[in-house]
């Protein structure tokens, strides 16, 4: 997802991990409500690890395209 919106908005990198991250939190908030399903941190840290290399992926591509 975070590579997607990469390709969408450009090189506002911190805007999209923000937003991303924003994203991921809200779902883990909601899951923690639902009885039938479980929030969990690690989850959030697997977010982060997934926008960072979603954004160096759309980082790498542009570079390589100058």
């Known amino acids: 997802m975070a ?14 991990a923000g937003w991303m991250l ?12 639902l009885p039938y399903r479980e929030a969990s941190v690690f989850d959030v840290f697997a977010d982060i690890v997934g926008i960072m290399a979603g954004v160096t992926i759309y980082h790498i591509s542009i570079e390589g395209k100058s």
């Open 22 to 33: 924003m994203v991921g939190i809200f779902i883990e908030a909601v899951q923690y409500f």
């Open 3 to 16: 590579l997607l919106y990469a390709w969408g908005y450009g090189n506002r990198y911190t805007r999209i």
